[in-house]
């Protein structure tokens, strides 16, 4: 007799690295919230890849891919982008477990310029900015759903 192999579900994330960084509130978002501090965040990042901090741990980090980087921001409220592009932009809601995940696909003149994610739980929210690269677009945007999918508050 002959078997067919079972769909085994892996988790390719299973040896990422961690990276982990601080939500920052305003204290009136903490005492509404009854936190006396700020939540921890951490999500995975694929094993070949380095993080360069910035100075104070907060704010952003760069995903370094060889000799490639690509920046991810946390809690950064509006990258800048500059006025009077032609930008449009996807929206998704689902949820991550607990949490639910608000995510964006910015484009300019049709090329994929960012991916954004709100992630919320109870009511505290990180909101996640990732570049995307011009190629091989496809490829980074679903290694961000991975990353996405390791995210985690922590107390």
Same mark, same amino acid.
């Given at each position: =007799?002959?078997?067919?192999?079972?769909?085994?579900?892996?988790?390719?994330?299973?040896?990422?690295?961690? &990276?982990?960084?601080?939500?920052?509130?305003?204290?009136?978002?903490?005492?509404?919230?009854?936190?006396?501090? =700020?939540?921890?965040?951490?999500?995975?990042?694929?094993?070949?890849?380095?993080?360069?901090?910035?100075?104070?741990?907060?704010?952003?980090?760069?995903?370094?891919?060889?000799?490639?980087?690509?920046?991810?921001? &946390?809690? =950064?409220?509006?990258?800048?982008?500059?006025?009077?592009?032609?930008?449009?932009?996807?929206?998704?809601?689902?949820?991550?477990?607990?949490?639910?995940?608000?995510?964006?696909?910015?484009?300019? =003149?049709?090329?994929?310029?960012?991916?954004?994610?709100?992630?919320?739980?109870?009511?505290?929210?990180?909101?996640?900015? &990732?570049?995307?690269?011009?190629?091989?677009?496809?490829?980074?945007?679903?290694?961000?759903?991975?990353?996405?999918?390791?995210?985690? &508050?922590?107390?």
């Amino acid at each position: =007799d002959y078997i067919l192999p079972t769909n085994q579900n892996t988790d390719e994330t299973a040896n990422w690295k961690t &990276f982990t960084a601080p939500i920052l509130l305003s204290e009136s978002d903490k005492s509404s919230s009854g936190l006396t501090s =700020d939540p921890i965040m951490s999500i995975k990042y694929p094993p070949e890849w380095s993080i360069m901090k910035s100075s104070n741990n907060v704010g952003y980090a760069k995903f370094i891919e060889g000799e490639k980087e690509y920046t991810v921001r &946390f809690n =950064d409220a509006g990258r800048g982008l500059p006025p009077n592009l032609n930008i449009t932009i996807d929206n998704e809601t689902y949820t991550i477990g607990s949490y639910t995940v608000q995510k964006g696909i910015f484009k300019q =003149d049709g090329e994929i310029i960012l991916m954004s994610a709100t992630i919320g739980k109870d009511s505290i929210n990180a909101l996640i900015l &990732f570049d995307v690269p011009s190629i091989n677009q496809q490829k980074y945007l679903r290694i961000y759903d991975q990353i996405l999918s390791t995210f985690r &508050f922590t107390e």
